[in-house]
């Protein structure tokens, strides 16, 4: 055959061309991350990971002599999230830390293993200015776990649930505080983009807390944005959902949608018109969403005769729909359920911009969108002044 004419084993000329497209695939050090770093000898062996959703990496490495070294490809600025496995071991779980990184390069790092979130990150401005907005944050956080314990005791937490007689007061009472931090949240966002318009960390945490923050805010917030990462998967996130939140704020008509329910049928929104419905986004892996479930079915049972239904959209996974029929059946949701079983990547989650569950949106019989995100007693209180009048 020609292609042996210098005799080398057909094998052997099989495994040059491998290694050959291998060594040209492979990224030099001026394409990838280089996290290097230090730990405590005591920690020779224990693993840290590294995953990032942005970028699709996931990797890990053992500590060895006291150092550490991982590499990935850089795709675009993005953070990249660490945990140790130590911490998740002796603690039955972890705290992780995330690293900003804005081009290729080395980062060097020192490693807490016990408390990942404590570790130092030397020489990445970004990180520093990130880390920075979030720690100012943290009295506010604090002062509100303070006026729990305070109205609740100190171990409140360990033992509420849903049959704790205190447990729809404690809920309202944190998501009245849990609303004026946001609120406060949401004002500091503005004040750190105007001072750091040109900064990834601005557009980070704008992606990061687009939820929060009003339609109209958020427009003005990305237009005082500099133009360096406005072709970043952040500003695309962004740019999605100030456009879902515009077209599903209060007064417009809600977007309508089509997705199959538990036994395949095809539902649509339109299909309700001429009733109030609540549309409500969970899953059944989400216990906030759970938690708020007996109030759903409370304002479903007192008001489904007089004109009022439910309408959910579970954001469960492929693979998984046992979990999302166990859940309905366990928490007794007997109205319409529909799911395209696409987690995250549900599309009616993503016309409705929808980043965190649970959420809602309460519609007229005109599918006018009236109230969002109202939930227990509030819930309760709107539908009594809609059937009063």
């Known amino acids: 055959m020609t292609t042996l004419k210098f005799k080398i084993p057909v094998m052997t000329l099989v495994l040059l061309t491998v290694s050959a497209m291998a060594f040209a695939q492979a990224p030099s050090d ?67 830390y995330g690293i900003i990184i804005t081009g290729p390069g080395e980062i060097q790092l020192k490693a807490n293993m016990e408390n990942f979130s404590q570790t130092v990150v030397f020489d990445d401005p970004e990180n520093d200015l990130y880390v920075a907005f979030n720690n100012a944050g943290m009295p506010a956080r604090q002062a509100i ?8 005791g100190g171990d409140f937490r360990k033992h509420l649930d849903q049959k704790d007689p ?6 309202k009472y944190y998501n009245d505080l849990n609303s004026g ?10 004040e750190f983009i105007r001072r750091h318009p040109d900064s990834f960390a601005s557009m980070l945490l704008l992606s990061n807390m687009i939820t929060i923050v009003p339609s109209d805010s958020a427009s003005l917030y990305y237009s005082k944005l500099g133009k360096t990462y406005i072709n970043t998967s952040y ?30 049928k095809m539902i ?8 109030y419905v609540l549309l409500d986004f969970w899953a059944s892996w989400c216990m906030p969403c759970r938690e708020e479930n007996p109030n759903v079915v409370q304002a479903y049972q007192q008001f489904h ?16 729909k046992s979990a999302w029929l166990n859940a309905i059946h366990h928490d007794q949701l007997t109205w319409t359920q529909v799911s395209d079983l696409k987690f995250w990547n549900n599309s009616v989650a993503k016309l409705y911009g929808i980043q965190a569950i649970p959420q809602n949106f309460l519609l007229d019989k005109e599918g006018r969108i009236i109230a969002t995100n109202i939930k227990g007693d509030d819930l ?10």
């Open 268 to 275: 649509k929104l339109s299909d309700f018109k001429g009733k």
């Open 181 to 190: 931090y946001n609120n406060a949240q949401v004002g500091r966002l503005g």
């Open 166 to 171: 205190l447990y729809s007061e404690v809920n």
């Open 30 to 96: 001026n394409q990838r991350v280089i996290f290097k770093g230090t730990a405590d000898t005591t920690y020779n062996g224990a693993m840290l990971i590294l995953y990032n959703k942005i970028t699709g990496d996931h990797d890990s490495v053992a500590i060895a002599n006291g150092r550490f070294q991982i590499a990935v490809p850089y795709k675009e600025p993005s953070r990249y999230m660490f945990y140790s496995e130590y911490e998740l071991k002796h603690k039955g779980g972890y705290s992780p």
């Open 380 to 389: 309760i209180k709107k539908l009594q002044e809609i059937f009063q009048k």
């Open 305 to 320: 005769d007089k004109g009022f239904t439910v309408l959910s959209v579970s954001l469960d996974q492929s693979g998984k």
């Open 235 to 264: 500003a695309l996130n962004v740019q999605k959902t100030i456009a879902a939140k515009t077209n599903t704020a209060i007064g417009k008509i809600a977007p309508d949608f089509e997705q199959p329910d538990t036994a395949g």
């Open 145 to 152: 776990m303070d006026k729990l314990t305070e109205k609740y």
